[in-house]
């Protein structure tokens, strides 16, 4: 099974820009559909954004985050990103990272998804 590693948060000011990386432990990354989730202290767990698997041709993203958001993934380097434009104090959240072996699956939900990495705190200043 694929284990996933988060890295890239910190602090930011309204505004700005950051990228988020989500690393894979093996090589069939690319078999995988993945996900962006986050999690704001007292609140529930929410979808961010998705890409398919392989090519990555399809990608979904939350309606509050399109237009600042993008996903991506490099399979040569077992590798999904989140570039985030534009955040705003309510992108605040730990960022999750999450991984799908299913063939078809609603990828908005966090049941969808059998493996998750530990998380990364984006803190976004007013």
Request: aromatic share 12%; glycine share 10%; net charge neutral.
């Amino acid at each position: 099974q694929v284990h996933l590693v988060e890295s890239g948060g910190g602090l930011v000011q309204t505004g700005g820009s950051l990228r988020l990386f989500c690393e894979a432990s093996e090589r069939t990354f690319s078999g995988y559909g993945l996900a962006w989730f986050r999690q704001a202290p007292g609140k529930e767990r929410e979808f961010v954004a998705a890409i398919s698997r392989n090519d990555g041709y399809n990608t979904w993203y939350k309606d509050s985050v399109k237009g600042r958001f993008i996903v991506s993934r490099d399979n040569t380097r077992n590798t999904m990103y989140l570039h985030m434009t534009r955040v705003m104090p309510e992108d605040t959240a730990v960022y999750y990272c999450a991984a799908s072996s299913d063939i078809t699956y609603t990828v908005t939900l966090a049941t969808s998804y059998e493996v998750w990495g530990q998380g990364t705190q984006v803190t976004v200043s007013a």
